[in-house]
């Protein structure tokens, strides 16, 4: 699931400056589900925008917004819609932004801000599982991604600053990724996937897992 959050109305208004004819386009997998980019979000961005003096001149849940050959099917079934307006806000992940500006001509503009690939732990309610660095190493780990959920992004662990609680020290409330690694392996009679060397990944990725909860989930 690709995780994202809307970005703020008056950055959305500076992308629109000019552009008065707006064509509004969401998505019908991860963005309904993050709620940024269903039909109620679609919906409230066009009430917010028309208060702002815009003209909507059409809407779509694109399914999804991220297959480039469905997306220019569906364009063209909301052919007149899009030739009507200035430009097009897509609120879904960067990957549907993209998608869409290869879709078409019109001026593209991107309402959101992607995160991170997460899981649904609940309603509003998501945490980030996995970095996407391209050398999953996961079969090794015990199906705990080190790269992610270790906030030193270690490969080969643990560090000694785990704490006696099994914590991490740079964030006492999370716990020691690679105590999590030992754990598993050894209750899958696996310790001994721990004893290669992994070397350091060049993947331009962050260290340290991420969580987003949304106003309204579940506690």
């Keep these: 699931m690709t995780i994202s959050e809307p970005k703020s109305l008056e950055e ?3 992308f629109l400056e000019g552009q008065r004819n707006i064509f509004l386009v969401g998505c019908t997998e991860c963005a309904t589900v993050v709620q940024v980019g269903g039909e109620e979000q679609v919906k409230a961005m066009a009430e917010q925008l028309e208060e702002h ?3 909507i001149t059409g809407t779509l849940i694109a399914d999804p917004g991220c297959h480039l ?3 220019k099917r569906q364009f063209r079934e ?10 097009m806000l897509i609120m879904s992940c960067g990957t549907g932004a993209q998608t869409a500006a290869i879709a078409t001509e019109k001026p593209v503009h991107t309402g959101t801000n992607t995160l991170f690939l997460g899981c ?6 998501f945490r980030e599982l996995c970095s996407a660095c391209g050398a999953c190493t996961l079969e090794e780990t015990g199906y705990i991604c080190s790269v992610t959920r270790c906030a030193k992004g270690l490969q080969n662990g643990p560090c000694g600053g785990t704490t006696a609680d099994g ?4 964030n006492p409330e999370t716990d020691c ?3 999590l690694i030992y754990n598993k392996l050894k209750d899958q009679g696996k310790l001994d996937r721990l004893k290669p060397y992994t070397a350091p990944k060049e993947a331009q990725v962050h260290p340290g897992q991420r969580t987003l909860s949304r106003e309204g989930g579940e506690a």
Excluded: P, S, Y
């Design 69 to 71: 050959l469905n997306l």
């Design 78 to 87: 909301h052919r007149a819609e899009i030739e009507a307006a200035d430009a």
């Design 120 to 125: 649904v732990e609940r309603f509003g309610q």
């Design 177 to 179: 990724a690679w105590l």
């Design 12 to 14: 959305i208004l500076g």
């Design 167 to 170: 914590k991490c020290e740079v």
């Design 53 to 55: 003096g815009k003209t």
